[in-house]
Each structure stands twice: as structure tokens, then as C-alpha cells.
């Protein structure tokens, strides 16, 4: 009898055991699968090859104004020598010179060479940057007119700049409030300015979060990013190599020039707009595995693309483009021949929200209907960060993170 019962006890252990394993094994099997009983999720590989987003784009040259030069007479600021008691005198940072002033002075003039913070402070007159190193002001008041040339690095965050009214100083036009110009870095950002505001030259522009009473104009950056700003004149850019726009409320007309790559979306403009604004990123996808890949959905700065779309083979043979045969499709699906490469042409529409600063890439991702995925980055200047094969899609889309 307890032969009988311990046979009977075994057969019971093989039997939860062997259950324990099946319940085990059916989800992986599943997840791994994403519910292709064909296993045609296998069958199918794609991966990047190249892609592009303003590669080799390059800026128009233009002149930039020369300093104005020093005030005279003047108080030297420097390392050992900062500003840090009220004073009306004008301040002269020396060349090559560390300067700080945090309390309230005269006009300023950062010489070649030289660093200048001003924080929580009122500059009574006019501030000069003459092929400075850096100029960076925080909560600072400026009474008169800002000059920046040639100057490496220009920061003003949560500042006043012509405070006084004053339209009196001209550029490309008169009612300068600040005009910026050189091969540098220009970042403002949380600033109310009385008057115009003109950056010139710039590698990167950004210019965000301000509220500017009169015309901005950004000409001739390397690269360029105007967002959420309320501009009470004319929005003009021209001559930039990468310019994107998004998300400001402009009172006057909106100008678009020769920019070599552009981007818009989510402006409010009262005035009229000329000029047009084009800007494409294009991604070369090879089909490795062994049935025809059909991409089915696209997300591009992990939002569904939402500018314009084009593709074709490489090899030059016709696609299936919905019911019909084309060189060139504008639709999806996206379907790749087994060994075939298709370039994938987008338009790129800013995100309505602030994106990260400084914005010097683009993230894209192809969906099969297989749920297989490939992703990538789209660097500016060289384009393609790393070619990347296609995974199985494990990742909610969107947002694709």
C-alpha cells in the first residue's frame, strides 16, 4: 500500500514540475514573439545605414561692428579687484582679466581677452564686449546700450537690457537695444529688452523665453534656436546655416532669408509671412533579413512624424506605394524588398514644448508591423550617430522612451 501511495506521489511531483515549466515558459516565449505565431518577427532584419540632418550646412558670412571702445575715465575691475560696493564710476576690465561686479556701477568695457560676471547688478550706462572671452550676466539691470564683438561666450539670463528707452543706437536698424556679433557662443534666455536685438555670426544662437519689445533678428548663425519668445517687431533670420523656430508669438511679420536649413512650428505670427522655411532629415534603411520589411509607423523626436514624407529604393526600382507602382512614395507603409536600401526622406516640425538646450540633434524611430524597431540619432554637422540593427519593439510608442 505505501509502494502504491509513494508511486502515485511521484507521478504527482512530474506532473506540478512539468506544470510549474509550461507556465513558466509560455510568457517568454510570448513576449519574445510579440504574438507572431510564424515566427515572421524573426524573419525579418533591418538596420540604419547613414542619415543626415543639415549636414555640411553652412552659414553666409557677414561683417561684424568693432567695439566701440572703452569709457573714460574709468575704474580697473579684476581678479583681486572685483566690484562689490555701489559705485558710478565707469569699470574697465583689463586684457586677458577676471572681472565680477555685483553691485551697482557706470558704464562697462570687457577688453580682448577678458572674463566678466555681473550678478544682481545695475549698470548705469552702456556695456561694451571687445573680443572678450566671456561675458555672463545674471539679474542684471542695463541701463543703456549692449555691444557684444567678437566676444566667445555671451550668457544673460533673467535680465534687463535698455532699460532707459533709449532708441537712439542703430545697427541694420535703428532702436538698437543690444546688437551681438562673432564666431562665438549667444545664449539668452528670460530676458525682457527694451528695443531691438540683433545677433550676427554666432556658431550657436539661443534665444528663448524672452520677451523683447521690438525686432529680432538672427543672421548668419552656424546654428540657431528661437523658442518661446514674444517679439513685439519683426522676427528676421537670414543667412543661417541650421535656424529652428518654435512656439514664439510674433507682433510683426516674420521674415525667413537664405537659410540653409530651417524648421518651424507653433508660432503665432500677426503680421505677414515671406520667405520659406524647408528643413529635411533623411535616413538610408537596409533590409538584411529574409521577407520584405514593412515599416508601418515612424516617430520622430518621440512624437508620430508630422511633417512631410517621401522614400524611395536606391537601387532605383519602382515601390509598392499604396495600390500602385512608383519611383518615389509619399505614404506609409514603408515596404522594403529583402536586400533592398531605402532613403527615407522627413520633414521636421519643432515639438510644441521646450526641448533641451542647446538642441543639436534629432531621435528617430521606425516601427514594423512586426513590432521590430530600429532607432537612432541624427546629429548636426555630421549626421548618423551609429548605425543600429532592429530589435524587437519592447518599449510603449509612443512617446518611444
Not at 296 to 311: E, F, R
Not at 325 to 332: K, V
Not at 382 to 391: E, I, M, N
Request: net charge negative; proline share 5%.
Amino acid at each position: 500500500m505505501s509502494t502504491i501511495v509513494a508511486e502515485l506521489l511521484m507521478v504527482l511531483i512530474v506532473i506540478i514540475m512539468s506544470a510549474t515549466a509550461f507556465i513558466w515558459a509560455v510568457p517568454v516565449f510570448q513576449s519574445t514573439t510579440s504574438g507572431d505565431n510564424s515566427n515572421l518577427a524573426f524573419q525579418e532584419h533591418f538596420q540604419t545605414i547613414t542619415g543626415s540632418f543639415a549636414s555640411f550646412v553652412a552659414s553666409i558670412p557677414e561683417t561684424v561692428q568693432s567695439s566701440p571702445g572703452p569709457f573714460t575715465p574709468y575704474q580697473t575691475c579684476s581678479a583681486s579687484s572685483p566690484v562689490t560696493s555701489p559705485t558710478s564710476a565707469n569699470i574697465f576690465v583689463p586684457v586677458n582679466e577676471v572681472c565680477s561686479i555685483t553691485e551697482s556701477v557706470g558704464s562697462v568695457y570687457a577688453s580682448p581677452g577678458g572674463n566678466l560676471t555681473v550678478v544682481g547688478a545695475t549698470i548705469n550706462g552702456d556695456l561694451y564686449g571687445d573680443n572678450s572671452l566671456a561675458v555672463n550676466l545674471s539679474n542684471v539691470h542695463v541701463v543703456g546700450w549692449t555691444h557684444m564683438s567678437n566676444v566667445q561666450n555671451v550668457v544673460i539670463v533673467g535680465s534687463f537690457l535698455n532699460t532707459s528707452g533709449n532708441m537712439s543706437h542703430c545697427t541694420d536698424a535703428c532702436g538698437s537695444a543690444m546688437y551681438e556679433g562673432g564666431r562665438g557662443l549667444f545664449t539668452m534666455v528670460n530676458t525682457i529688452v527694451t528695443g531691438q536685438v540683433e545677433s550676427e555670426v554666432s556658431h550657436y544662437a539661443t534665444v528663448t523665453g524672452n520677451t523683447i519689445s521690438g525686432r529680432l533678428e538672427v543672421e548668419s548663425a552656424d546654428f540657431g534656436q528661437i523658442a518661446n519668445n514674444h517679439i513685439g517687431g519683426v522676427l528676421d533670420l537670414d543667412q543661417n546655416g541650421v535656424i529652428v523656430i518654435s512656439g514664439n508669438t510674433v507682433s510683426g511679420n516674420l521674415l525667413y532669408g537664405t537659410n540653409g536649413w530651417c524648421s518651424t512650428g507653433f508660432n503665432t505670427i500677426s503680421g505677414s509671412t515671406s520667405g520659406s522655411c524647408v528643413g529635411n532629415l533623411s535616413v538610408d534603411i537596409l533590409n538584411t533579413g529574409d521577407i520584405p520589411v514593412k515599416l508601418v509607423t515612424i516617430y520622430v523626436s518621440n512624437a508620430p512624424l508630422a511633417g512631410g514624407l517621401s522614400w524611395s529604393l536606391l537601387s532605383g526600382k519602382q515601390v509598392q506605394c499604396g495600390n500602385v507602382l512608383a519611383s518615389t512614395c509619399t505614404i506609409l507603409p514603408i515596404i522594403i524588398p529583402v536586400g533592398e536600401m531605402a532613403r527615407i526622406t522627413m520633414g521636421w516640425t519643432p515639438p510644441s514644448t521646450t526641448y533641451p538646450l542647446p538642441w543639436n540633434y534629432i531621435y528617430f524611430t521606425f516601427v514594423s508591423r512586426y513590432l521590430n524597431f530600429v532607432d537612432g540619432y541624427l546629429y548636426f554637422t555630421y549626421g548618423l550617430g551609429v548605425q543600429v540593427p532592429s530589435r524587437l519593439e519592447n518599449r510603449v510608442c509612443p512617446p518611444c522612451i
